[in-house]
Nanobody, 120 residues
């Protein structure tokens, strides 16, 4: 299984970026997919997730600014980021969830990460 991210880059505060993530080589479908982000010296934090049934969750700090979506036919996940703030600067990771041995939906596969830099 490969999770390949694209998008990201540098933008000024108030601008927008689109992140994409494609999952290949997986038998069946994911149970959920999500975006996390990490800054140096900090733990990876949850940004947003979407279930196979399109149930969406957002961290409070991105509500109203970021939109998660997916194209199940293309096994592709998107994160549209609008009204970006300098605090959104981080490496963003895409996670693909599959059913683990205990029956839970777990992020078992991760993308390579993509840098998002927001300048003032």
């Amino acid at each position: 299984v490969q999770v390949v991210q694209s998008g990201g880059g540098s933008v000024q505060a108030g601008g927008s970026l689109l992140l994409s993530c494609v999952v290949t080589g997986m038998r069946g479908s994911t149970c959920k997919m999500g975006w996390y982000r990490q800054t140096p010296g900090q733990e990876r934090e949850f940004v947003s997730s979407i279930s196979h049934q399109d149930t969406k969750f957002y961290a409070d700090f991105v509500k109203g600014r970021f939109t998660i979506s997916q194209d199940n036919a293309k096994a592709t996940l998107y994160l549209q980021m609008n009204s970006l703030q300098t605090e959104d600067t981080a490496v963003y990771y895409c996670g693909a969830g599959t059913i683990s041995g205990d029956g839970t939906c777990t992020y078992n596969f991760w993308g390579q990460g993509t840098q998002v830099t927001v300048s003032s």
